[in-house]
T-cell receptor, first 117, second 115 residues
Framework: SQTIHQWPATLVQPVGSPLSLECTVE??????LYWYRQAAGRGLQLLFY??????ISSEVPQNLSASRPQDRQFILSSKKLLLSDSGFYLC????????????????FGNGTRLTVT | GDSVTQMEGPVTLSEEAFLTINCTYT??????LFWYVQYPGEGLQLLLK?????DKGSNKGFEATYRKETTSFHLEKGSVQVSDSAVYFC??????????????FGGGTRVLVKP
């Protein structure tokens, strides 16, 4: 079976400090990978998605970047955090099934709660 | 663009009450529809899905029917339990996407079931 690991679970960082959140998937190959952010009391916003190693698509302009150095590893980074970067960050994966990929549900990690102070 | 609208919470119910969470959507294509549930402090879990008109998704006593004519996917459960307390998200995936499965989520509805 497939599992997704996301860490750390919680993080408190000062404004201007760097950020690195890591996500790994086990039990499948060539997954689609996603980073979402959930701001307090709001819905989920897609930040980045990746359909392969080194292939990153950004959905919104922001202070964050993403990388996929290995097939099942997805990293969310920032060089200098802003207060507005606080939120709950969720990594997710889905099967890459070609034309039917829109039917493939996303499987989420347990999230990282980031507080920028 | 695509969008999903859910009723705002919180919704507070007594145990064994009937739950309905309304969800409507707008999409440029013919989407697949999903309900996800988020328990406190956790990530999202897929609850159910429907991929074409009149399909009914069901799981754990929850049901939702894909209504193309009203662009809706309302979630229902006949008798809720305290363990159903969570935030519920409606989402769609447009089959017109070039790659990946980018879900568009509603704002979430918090449900609190009291004993």
């Amino acid at each position: 079976s497939q599992t997704i690991h996301q860490w750390p679970a919680t993080l408190v960082q000062p404004v201007g400090s760097p950020l690195s959140l890591e996500c790994t998937v086990e039990g499948t190959s060539n997954p689609n990978l996603y980073w979402y952010r959930q701001a307090a009391g709001r819905g989920l916003q897609l930040l980045f998605y990746s359909v392969g190693i080194g292939q990153i698509s950004s959905e919104v302009p922001q202070n964050l970047s993403a990388s996929r150095p290995q097939d099942r590893q997805f990293i969310l980074s920032s060089k200098k955090l802003l207060l507005s970067d606080s939120g709950f960050y969720l990594c997710a994966w889905s099967f890459r099934t070609g034309r039917s990929s829109y039917n493939s549900p996303l499987h989420f990690g347990n999230g990282t709660r980031l507080t920028v102070t | 663009g695509d969008s999903v609208t859910q009723m705002e919470g919180p919704v507070t119910l007594s145990e064994e009450a009937f739950l309905t969470i309304n969800c409507t959507y707008t999409a440029t294509g013919y989407p697949s529809l999903f309900w996800y549930v988020q328990y406190p402090g956790e990530g999202l879990q897929l609850l159910l899905k429907a991929t074409k008109a009149d399909d009914k998704g069901s799981n754990k006593g929850f049901e939702a029917t894909y209504r193309k004519e009203t662009t809706s996917f309302h979630l229902e459960k006949g008798s809720v339990q305290v363990s159903d307390s969570a935030v519920y998200f409606c989402a769609l995936s447009d089959r017109g996407q070039a790659a990946g499965n980018k879900l568009t989520f509603g704002g979430g509805t918090r449900v609190l079931v009291k004993p």
